[in-house]
Nanobody, 124 residues
Framework: VQLQAFGGGLVQDGGSLRLSCAASGRTFSSYAMGWFRQAPGKEREFVASVSWSGGSTHYADSVKGRFTISRDNAKNTVYLQMNSLKPEDTAVYYC??????????????????WGQGTEVTVSS
């Protein structure tokens, strides 16, 4: 599986961005997907996950109500819509493929494949 994340950039406090992650190599609708992020000097943390069908989603408390994860299996793409961005959302965002769970785990070691990351910077 190859994952390509894009859509990051510089945005002001309170702004919005939509990240995309294009997948190839295996049947996209057969596995869950997740987004993680890593800020400078910090460990990688879970952001959101979506089940293989898109019917089930999970979010970290820090982004709940502001971020929305979704997927389009016809386009082999998962999205992360980020609204009301805050400076503390600044990080490199990674998409990842979960072949183990059905809903997408919040535990990074579960994920088998990772994208290269896309950088999000929120200025105050």
């Amino acid at each position: 599986v190859q994952l390509q994340a894009f859509g990051g950039g510089l945005v002001q406090d309170g702004g919005s961005l939509r990240l995309s992650c294009a997948a190839s190599g295996r049947t996209f609708s057969s596995y869950a997907m997740g987004w993680f992020r890593q800020a400078p000097g910090k460990e990688r943390e879970f952001v959101a996950s979506v089940s293989w069908s898109g019917g089930s989603t999970h979010y970290a408390d820090s982004v709940k109500g502001r971020f929305t994860i979704s997927r389009d299996n016809a386009k082999n793409t998962v999205y992360l819509q980020m609204n009301s961005l805050k400076p503390e959302d600044t990080a490199v965002y990674y998409c990842a493929a979960d072949f183990v769970t059905s809903d997408g785990s919040s535990w990074a070691p579960i994920y088998d494949y990772w994208g290269q990351g896309t950088e999000v910077t929120v200025s105050s």
